[in-house]
């Protein structure tokens, strides 16, 4: 979390640690669609690690008082796109982030259960929350805040180091955009019985008494603020490496893409069913057994990924092909274990649960995912063409793709910054 010279000051010198709450631009009331707006705080060392969104929320299906209205599972799930800028500068935003923490939870392997007790609703489970409150109308927590959010990627969650010094930047905005309605899930009884969609569905959810927090750090003396002059007298500028993710969407055949950056580190792909965009029942989780609790873990349709009836796949990046073969389905599944940090998926509990919906197909480019090592492609110099192909995927199915690179934001004298691709 923090570089070595940085540490060495933390062994030798008192460093005082406080939490604050942050209250967003505007109203602490959201509902989907709406953008949420913050501001780090200024002149203090800020932990990263600890960054967190906390509200309420609540959900109803506005058309069918009999059918339950439900969260996705995964809190996330609510986040559509995340935009941070520093200064007014565009340093990180990208659409569909709520579907790539889904990939990312996958490969790195996050357990449903990790963190649930503060970014609970992981996994759907039928008619009790996870208060151990039996769900007898529609979902709402109003418990002053119910929840929390405080796992994430892109700038916020995989900045190195993880400790910003707002001292150095001009104003650090993050602003939210929430998902609209149709990551919810409505089921025919409140104990999520999988029977049929309706067109008539309408949930709405609704976000209140949101705040942020987050921790800050102080030194006792004038060492780190010597530290810093002298980097910054020595190198001109302080660098600041972090991920940055680009997306786009295809259907069958070929998909094509460009990025320009640096260091190209990883590609993911995954495959929607028609209808993944509207409100619809929720979708069983086969964990091996077809009986018991355990069966009846729920996801919400929208972040399925199946097969889409495919076969085959093969990523191409200015020309040369990867891998260099046509590969399979399981070979989706080898890839994105070699990938994951432990090389298996304790997530992934048997092939069928892989193949129906957690079907990711991924591609790594670096060498090393230490996000301060840019060991990936490069694509500055060239004209950066990106290929997904697939044979036949099914009719109305989306296939929708991620390139994951890393960005350095440079910090100079007089809170000058500048984003290198």
């Not at 935003?93 to 923490?101: D, E, I």
């Not at 104990?191 to 705040?211: C, E, G, W």
């Not at 729920?298 to 889409?308: E, L, M, P």
């Amino acid at each position: 979390m923090f570089p070595q010279n940085m540490k060495y000051l933390l062994s030798q010198h008192n460093v005082s640690r406080n939490t604050f709450k942050i209250e967003p631009r505007g109203s602490t009331d959201a509902k989907a669609g709406s953008i949420i707006t913050c501001v780090l705080p200024t002149n203090t060392l800020v932990d990263m690690d600890t960054f967190a969104f906390w509200f309420d929320m609540n959900v109803v299906n506005s058309t069918d008082a009999t059918r339950a209205a439900r969260f996705p599972n995964k809190l996330s799930s609510l986040i559509e796109r995340i935009d941070v800028s520093i200064g007014g500068k565009s340093v990180s935003s990208f659409n569909g982030y709520n579907v790539l923490t889904h990939i990312k939870d996958t490969m790195l392997d996050k357990s449903s259960f990790q963190d649930r007790a503060v970014s609970n609703h992981e996994h759907i489970v039928g008619n009790v929350n996870e208060f151990g409150v039996p769900v007898t109308t529609n979902e709402g927590y109003t418990l002053g805040p119910s929840y929390g959010i405080r796992n994430w990627y892109g700038f916020l969650g995989e900045c190195s180091p993880r400790v910003l010094d707002t001292s150095l930047l001009p104003e650090v905005q993050i602003r939210l955009t929430l998902a609209t309605n149709d990551v919810c899930i409505v089921a025919d009884t409140y104990a999520l019985a999988i029977n049929t969609d309706s067109v008539d569905d309408k949930p709405n959810y609704s976000l209140s008494n949101m705040s942020f927090s987050v921790d800050t750090l102080s030194f006792s003396d004038g060492s780190y603020e010597k530290l810093v002059a002298s980097k910054l007298e020595q190198d001109g500028y302080i660098e600041i490496p972090f991920k940055s993710y680009m997306s786009t969407r295809g259907n069958s055949g070929t998909t094509r893409f460009s990025v320009s950056s640096q260091s190209v580190d990883k590609l993911y792909a995954v495959i929607r069913e028609q209808g993944y965009d509207k409100p619809s029942k929720p979708v069983a989780i086969k964990l091996g057994s077809t009986s018991g609790s355990r069966y009846t873990d729920r996801i919400a349709k929208y972040f399925k990924f199946s097969t889409g009836g495919i076969q085959n796949w093969q990523w191409k990046v200015n020309g040369v092909l990867y891998p260099q073969y046509v590969a399979g389905k399981m070979a989706a599944l080898d890839t994105l274990q070699k990938m994951s940090p432990n090389k298996h998926l304790g997530i992934i509990s048997n092939i069928q649960m892989f193949l129906d919906t957690h079907f990711i197909i991924p591609y790594r480019l670096n060498a090393t995912d230490e996000v301060h090592e840019l060991s990936g492609y490069d694509t500055r110099q060239s004209t950066s063409a990106m290929e997904f192909t697939t044979d036949l995927v099914s009719a109305g199915a989306e296939v929708y793709i991620f390139a994951e690179y890393t960005s350095v934001l440079k910090v100079g004298m007089g809170q000058q910054v500048l984003i290198e691709e």
